[in-house]
């Protein structure tokens, strides 16, 4: 039998297999935690326009009003207010400021100075190496909270000290994550080829470590801000942090915790807030390390 | 003979371990002329990619150490030269290509921005002539639609190509000896050779000294003026390479060129060196081929040999080779 000859036509189509490249970039945008995330740092920015009282209006007479679809509620005071009669979103929507204040500016100042001990360890290995990893240890190994309490102690508690207090524990998190990536990157021949072509260790360093780490760095970040806002808000639970009148998220639970069985929405809102914010960074950066970096596991 | 454009004279460079001082690069001895190219060949581990990272200075530290020796590129003594002036002299003077295409351009810029680094630093060009001459020297390695090219990725480019933006990357300054690390190793054979007759074009249009790392004798033999044969950090032998492949005098080149499968002849099996390579932190006193080499004698056990001449410009680090 003589073969047919087979037109393009006839040929089935294959299935075309996206690549694994195409799908993680093609992948559904994590809405809810960006959703979360973009609303919380709006209200931040915008609290004064937002909030409908001071935070601050204090009024006896309306202590302990429920949030407004709760029997006893009123429009005026739509989460309710606490034990001395300040409207709780407002506060609440005040003390979003604290959180990604202190969540953002601790987060960069560990990035930078991790980062520069991670790039410096990695790259010049040897006794530095061994030098600023022992530093990353014993910086590890150092309690944030107890660090902080001491610093509240001695100087007063404060927005800077809390700010301090983390960050200079939280480096250490950078820099051995960062250290361990730049270890992989030296053993590639493009740094080697750039040392040939007569790259010094600034240029190095500078133009072709950091660029590469950038990936891991975003990751960590969003990562790390999630914690940073947990830490700050239980330093401020335990009076260690933003001192009061500055409505902060950890003092308004520790304000409401005598009175959780009466008036559960004083210490519940500001904790549902810190777990809706957290998660959110949370899963952006779960996000982010699958689309960036799938290799990153391990954080 | 005009002066050679790198003249390396004893170089030693040991690498001190937990397991003990090796002794990587052991009194090493060479030279090579403008438009010449040396083969450096020898199994892993015989030092030749450790004698060429010490001609720019680029052992692993802090292990390793220079110990003895002396360097000179068209005469200026490098040896003494402070880390800064190093610098200035890997690149412009000195290139080296790497092995592996895969990893050798960095994955977060594109082939324009990693080409125009060099000649920026070298030449000190900026803006559209920095970019005209990062296309030439595209061009020059003879990848198509350089000017498109600049703005492609590393990783949108196969092997080959990569290969080709190192090259032009080594070229940029340009140097007067270049060196290649088994730069065909990981490519496909059409494009190795390709990729070979390339390299002998630039240094023709460059008069560049080239030293080939390889341990492919086929290469050699297409591609080198002279082969150094290297073995436990020395030089065995090291003369023309027709001479060499015709006449090898050292026992151990004898070894190497009988194990190549050759075709149409008529043998069973391929000839193997016994034995394996020696432990460089325990080298035998002697020499150090002396426990794998089919003529040893007892005198080989006690006293390295030096290199003896054999014939007009070939020697042999041999006892057998010894004047009588």
């Known amino acids: 039998m003589p073969a047919e000859p087979v037109t393009p036509d006839a040929l089935p189509l294959p299935d075309v297999q996206v690549s694994a490249a195409r799908e993680a970039r093609g992948r559904r945008l994590p809405y809810f935690s960006l959703g979360i995330v973009t609303l919380f740092v709006l209200v931040a920015i915008l609290a004064p326009l937002l909030s409908p009282a001071d935070p601050a209006d204090q009024s006896l007479r309306n202590r302990f009003k429920p949030p407004v679809w709760m029997e006893g509620g009123t429009a005026k005071h739509l989460l309710g207010t606490d034990r001395l009669g300040r409207d709780m979103l407002s506060r609440i929507i005040w003390g979003s400021r604290v959180s990604l204040a202190a ?61 301090v207090a983390i960050a200079v ?131 | ?172 300054a340009p140097p007067r000896l270049l060196i290649a690390d088994e730069p065909t190793t990981s490519l496909d054979l059409t494009i190795q050779a390709q990729y070979l007759g390339l390299l002998e074009e630039l240094q023709h249009q460059h008069r560049l000294a080239m030293i080939f790392i390889t341990h492919n004798l086929g290469i050699v033999s297409k591609i080198c003026d002279r082969v150094a044969v290297m073995y436990a950090g020395r030089i065995v032998e090291m003369g023309p390479v027709r001479q060499i492949f015709k006449t090898p005098a050292h026992p151990y080149t004898r070894a190497l060129l009988d194990s190549i499968p050759r075709l149409g002849a008529r043998r069973e099996r391929l000839t193997a060196i016994d034995g394996q390579p020696p432990d460089l932190a325990r080298l035998p006193g002697g020499c150090a081929f002396a426990p794998r080499c089919p003529k040893v004698m007892d005198r080989c056990r006690v006293e390295a040999p030096p290199a003896f001449p054999v014939a007009p410009g070939q020697t042999s680090a041999c006892w057998l080779d010894a004047p009588a």
């Not at chain 2, 001609?55 to 292990?63: E, V």
Request: proline share 5%; net charge positive; charged share 15%.
């Open chain 2, 1 to 172: 003979m005009a002066v050679p454009v790198i003249d390396v004279q004893d170089l030693r460079t040991y690498l001190v371990t937990r397991w003990g001082t090796v002794k990587a690069v052991d009194g090493v001895s060479f030279s090579v002329a403008e438009g010449e190219t040396l083969g450096l060949v020898g199994e892993s581990g015989s030092g030749k990619s450790m004698t060429c990272l010490s001609l720019i200075r680029l052992t692993p530290r802090p292990a390793s150490r220079i110990v003895s020796g002396r360097i000179r590129l068209d005469g200026d003594e490098l040896t003494s030269k402070s880390e800064a002036e190093m610098q200035k002299i890997r690149g412009r003077k000195i290139a080296m290509i790497l092995q592996d295409p895969m990893s050798s351009l960095n994955p977060v810029y594109s082939v324009g921005m990693q080409v125009r680094e060099p000649v920026s630093l070298y030449h000190g060009l900026r803006g559209k002539s920095l970019t005209a001459r990062a296309a030439a020297l595209l061009a020059a390695v003879r990848i198509p639609a350089p000017e498109t090219r600049l703005r492609a990725f590393p990783f949108q480019m196969s092997g080959g190509m990569r290969q080709r933006v190192v090259g032009a990357m080594a070229i940029a």
């Open chain 1, 103 to 163: 969540g953002v500016i601790t987060v960069l100042i560990a990035t930078a100075f991790g980062a520069a001990m991670g790039l410096v360890a990695g790259y010049y290995g040897g006794r530095v190496d061994v030098v600023l990893m022992r530093v990353t240890d014993a910086t590890m190994s150092f309690p944030v909270i107890l660090l902080a309490l001491i610093l509240a102690v001695t100087v007063g508690p404060s927005f800077t000290n809390v700010v």
């Open chain 1, 169 to 299: 524990i939280l480096w250490a998190r950078f820099a051995r994550v960062i250290r361990g990536q730049v270890l992989t990157l030296m053993g590639l021949d493009f740094i080697a080829q750039a040392r040939i072509a007569g790259a010094g260790a600034w240029r190095i360093i500078t133009r072709h470590l950091f660029p590469n780490t950038l990936n891991t760095l975003v990751v960590l970040l969003t990562l790390q801000i999630g914690y940073v806002i947990i830490v700050e808000a239980s330093l401020s639970f335990l009076g260690a942090g933003i001192p009061p009148p500055t409505p902060a998220w950890g003092s308004m639970i520790a304000e409401g915790r005598e009175f959780v069985t009466s008036a559960w929405w004083v210490s519940g809102l500001p904790g549902l807030a810190i777990l809706l914010v957290v998660l959110a960074f949370n899963l952006l950066g779960d996000w982010l390390r699958d689309t960036l970096d799938p290799k990153l596991r391990q954080l």
